[in-house]
């Protein structure tokens, strides 16, 4: 290997300012001729890897080593939920997968939009794979919190490192910065470099290296006080199923698409738009994948470019959902028409600006509201404050807020945070596929109060009627409580009996609920799933299992395993990259619990699974909506819906007026039966 020997003239100290980084002047200077790196950091994300990505595509051939130790911790989500539990062992296991599937979310990045390879991405996954990056976590005994103020628990905080020569020299630093582009580049740093050729520098060098490769390999230190894990074999067997199976190189940048006149219109598009801009406010009944964001996204240009509305707030849940919102909106951006009239204003040129995950825009997006969308997550403390900011308020008359799954607006604490947030909003809209809280006549009532009545309704019977999503087969798999789940249910009424008996509260709604559970975890679920898989093997592969819990999930998956290798069990805090995954065919399986029932779009998937599903009609309507979409490569597509349906009634449950309640698995089946004979009769395209 030729070596520059540049980082013989390093300087003693490096900091981040005009003309000169830390990220180019250190650590890449030392790069192009070390054979190793071996860092121990603070903070660490997905985007602090990306970030780091850039500095390595050019060593993969020199097989330079480059190795990490750091804190799992940053502003994700998903870990600091984890961290507000208080169970110190199986805490920090959570701790350390949670910071895995930050590491394979930034490595299958790439898998997202194969004609745009993000290629820091490839680089990573390649080098994980191959062993030349290795990624070790390092998490203080005593770590319990980390609160979102920001007052860390004691954390692992080094930042240190040094680089190994091929002919023995070696540099060490200690400074400020984390392992990021920010660290590197952006933020105000400061380090000191310490070289082993330079006399006086050994005493300050030597030190710092001892406990950097204490920490590294483990070895028991001065306090004792951390834990160092490695990257799990499997999180590395799916990096490396990933990675691709040669050195990445860069593709040319592909030429831009010009931008088409405008997105095409179905006919029901047109008539909720029509419905909306004459209403002004009230929610669009659109079944999952009719296109209830384009419709969206479709008023928010007219309204814009007619000078009727300056700004907009977007507003659902979930990341994977928010996340979805985005994307669309910079797509719709870029492909909008510019055939203007002389009044008109161009929403392609409109800002977006977002909060939630890991972006924090609020504040920013207030003083530049005019001409800005806001995509922010649906947090009643955080939408309370958005709401009554002066700014907003005194900018209401030409405000839209469009508020997504808008059942999810009628929640107990938005109900107490929000009401009457919405007043004088000249523009309302709210999107579902059904806007009613069955069973909450106080939640459905607020949402009708701060957005309005349902305007316009198009179901799933009317879509697949036209065309828009797809027919579907229906396997209703009945069965019956095992001595065990009679046992339980005999339980339950029992202790009703007695709670009436003794003058005690016992109300109809947690009857339904105790006996919603021991329906959902059935004990012969497994056992009629194994029959029915081993004479329908096809409907394993591109499909959705919807479990109750993590412990069902795993009951199914022991089930699958006979059949596939290629299964997920996807609760919360796995990374989205599975669904990718799932819908591009590398993976045959997710089995999951309720936190896909929304935002998820797998046109390719062919089959759902209800293993467990509430009564609520709501969430079986959006599962089913998972896998009805049209798929543009199987122009064909008939989608399999397989669902349980218990068939053991011999204790009816009565209402308050000793009426029969008919079981909701009755019932489900019932309406999807009906769904199942629908079939296409048209499709009308409008430009």
Not at 16 to 21: A, K, Q, R
Request: one cysteine or more.
């Amino acid at each position: 290997m030729t070596t520059s020997n540049n980082y013989r003239n390093l300087k003693t100290t490096y900091s981040n300012g005009i003309g000169v980084n830390i990220g180019d002047n250190l650590i890449k200077t030392c790069l192009a001729d070390c054979s190793l790196y071996r860092r121990g950091t603070a903070f660490f994300s997905s985007t602090s890897l990306k970030s780091y990505a850039d500095l390595m595509s050019d060593l993969i051939e020199k097989e330079v080593k480059l190795e990490i130790l750091c804190s799992p911790v940053i502003q994700d989500k998903n870990l600091i939920k984890i961290l507000e539990k208080n169970s110190t062992e199986d805490q920090r296991e959570l701790i350390r997968k949670e910071a895995e599937n930050i590491v394979l979310d930034a490595v299958g990045g790439f898998q997202e939009n194969p004609n745009n390879v993000d290629f820091r991405s490839k680089v990573l996954s390649y080098m994980i794979a191959k062993g030349q990056l290795e990624v070790k976590f390092a998490i203080p005994k005593n770590y319990e919190t980390l609160p979102i103020d920001g007052n860390y628990d004691p954390i692992y905080h080094v930042k240190n490192g040094y680089f190994d020569f091929p002919n023995g020299d070696r540099v060490v630093f200690a400074g400020s910065f984390n392992e990021s582009r920010l660290g590197h580049v952006g933020n105000k740093e400061f380090t000191t470099v310490y070289k082993s050729w330079i006399d006086g520098h050994k005493e300050f060098l030597e030190p710092i290296e001892e406990i950097i490769d204490k920490e590294w390999n483990k070895e028991k230190l001065v306090l004792d006080d951390l834990e160092i894990y490695p990257l799990g074999e499997e999180i590395l067997k799916i990096i490396r199923e990933l990675a691709p199976p040669s050195i990445p190189t860069p593709k040319p940048d592909l030429p831009v698409s010009p931008a088409v006149d405008e997105f095409p219109l179905w006919d029901h598009q047109i008539k909720a738009i029509d419905a909306f801009l004459k209403a002004k406010h009230g929610v669009l009944e659109m079944a999952t994948g009719t296109g209830k964001t384009t419709t969206a996204l479709e008023i928010v240009k007219r309204l814009y470019e007619d000078n009727k509305i300056d700004s907009i707030i977007i507003s659902t849940y979930g990341n994977t959902l928010l996340s979805q919102w985005a994307k669309e909106v910079e797509d719709w951006k870029k492909n909008q028409s510019k055939n203007l009239g002389e009044n008109n204003r161009d929403s392609s040129k409109l800002n977006i600006y977002k909060d939630f995950d890991t972006f924090r825009e609020m504040n920013t997006f207030i003083p530049a509201m005019n001409g800005s969308i806001l995509i922010v997550s649906r947090d009643a403390v955080k939408l309370n404050n958005l709401l009554n900011r002066r700014r907003i308020k005194a900018s209401k008359s030409k405000l839209l807020i469009i508020h997504d799954e808008i059942h999810g607006l009628g929640s107990n604490t938005i109900v107490e945070n929000l009401e009457g947030s919405h007043y004088g909003i000249q523009y309302k809209l709210g999107l579902s596929a059904t806007p009613e809280r069955e069973y909450d006549e106080i939640g459905t009532q607020f949402i009708e109060n701060e957005i309005g009545k349902s305007i316009f309704h198009f179901g799933i019977e009317d879509a697949i009627k036209e065309g828009i999503l797809c027919e579907f087969n229906y396997f209703p798999l009945e069965f019956t409580y095992t001595k065990i789940d009679k046992d339980k249910v005999k339980n339950i009424f029992a202790r009703r009996n007695a709670a009436l008996k003794e003058g005690k509260k016992f109300p109809l709604e947690m009857l339904y609920r105790e006996l919603s559970n021991i329906r959902k975890k059935a004990e012969r679920k497994p056992i009629i799933l194994d029959q029915f898989l081993s004479k329908n093997k096809a409907l394993i592969k591109s499909s959705i299992f919807f479990v109750q819990d993590k412990e069902q999930g795993k009951d199914i998956v022991k089930i699958l395993s006979k059949y596939t290798k290629k299964i997920h069990l996807f609760v919360e805090g796995s990374p989205d990259v599975f669904i990718k995954l799932l819908d591009k065919n590398q993976i045959d399986v997710v089995v999951a619990c309720e936190r896909l029932n929304e935002g998820v779009d797998i046109r390719s998937l062919n089959n759902i699974f209800l293993v467990a599903t509430p009564a609520a009609r709501l969430v079986t309507i959006q599962r089913m909506g998972r896998c009805l979409r049209i798929d543009p490569n199987n122009k064909n597509k008939k989608s399999n819906i397989i669902d349980f349906i218990l068939n053991d009634n011999k204790d009816p449950v009565l209402d308050e007026n000793g009426e029969i309640i008919v079981p909701a698995d009755d019932v489900r089946k019932q309406w999807i039966s009906e769904y199942s004979k629908v079939k296409k009769t048209k499709r009308k395209l409008n430009a």
